[in-house]
């Protein structure tokens, strides 16, 4: 196995071998671009993510600034939206799902680096895939580590630090995040914590 190869296995690897070094410039050009279009080169930003991004569905929207590694192993559904400063090192793969919400400052990090120090100074550092499913809404200044899966219909609160997988459809909050609560049926008729809807077009 070469660098790349073993990166995308999860295995220990060397960031600055086989061309690795190569691939994060090149995309680190593709960023630039991206995040100093004038903002109503709406066609041109809408071409430039989808040359970064390595699937997305039909709509899909970040606000600039966005920082990622190598964009190619991002995965995004349908009607994707993320706020300013989203920031993914994607050294491994990372899969979003479908009508994901992700607010500003959010952060996705596949990599990391052993723990003991004579191990960690030999350079070799890890990705592990993180999978996020359908109808995620991740608050502001989410930290989101390496291996995480978060289910469908989940709904993550400002500030979490998420360390381990979360189930379907529950809220989600904390530094280590932890279910707070399901979400239920009884939600529908709320937008904002006992505030209901004045309106009749949101079911």
Not at 115 to 140: A, F, L, M
Not at 152 to 164: C, D, F, L
Request: a negative charge; aromatic letters at 10%.
């Amino acid at each position: 196995m070469n660098q790349k190869e073993r990166m995308l296995a999860g295995l220990p690897y060397k960031a600055w071998l086989d061309g690795l070094d190569e691939e994060r410039l090149e995309n680190k050009k593709r960023i630039f671009r991206y995040n100093h279009l004038e903002p109503d080169r709406l066609e041109e930003k809408d071409k430039l993510i989808r040359e970064i991004l390595g699937k997305t569905g039909k709509n899909v929207n970040i606000e600039p600034p966005f920082h990622c590694d190598y964009g190619c192993n991002i995965e995004v559904g349908e009607n994707f939206f993320a706020n300013y400063n989203f920031m993914v090192l994607d050294v491994g793969k990372v899969r979003i799902g479908d009508n994901a919400q992700i607010a500003p400052n959010v952060s996705i990090y596949t990599a990391g680096h052993p723990v003991h120090p004579q191990s960690r100074n030999t350079g070799y550092e890890y990705g592990i895939e993180i999978t996020i499913g359908d109808n995620v809404w991740i608050g502001g200044n989410v930290c989101i580590l390496p291996g995480v899966t978060i289910g469908s219909n989940v709904v993550i609160g400002a500030g979490s630090v998420v360390t381990k997988d979360l189930p379907d459809n529950v809220i989600a909050a904390g530094n280590p995040c932890r279910v707070i609560r399901e979400i239920t049926e009884d939600d529908r008729d709320y937008y904002y914590k006992d505030r209901k809807f004045d309106v009749d077009d949101y079911r």
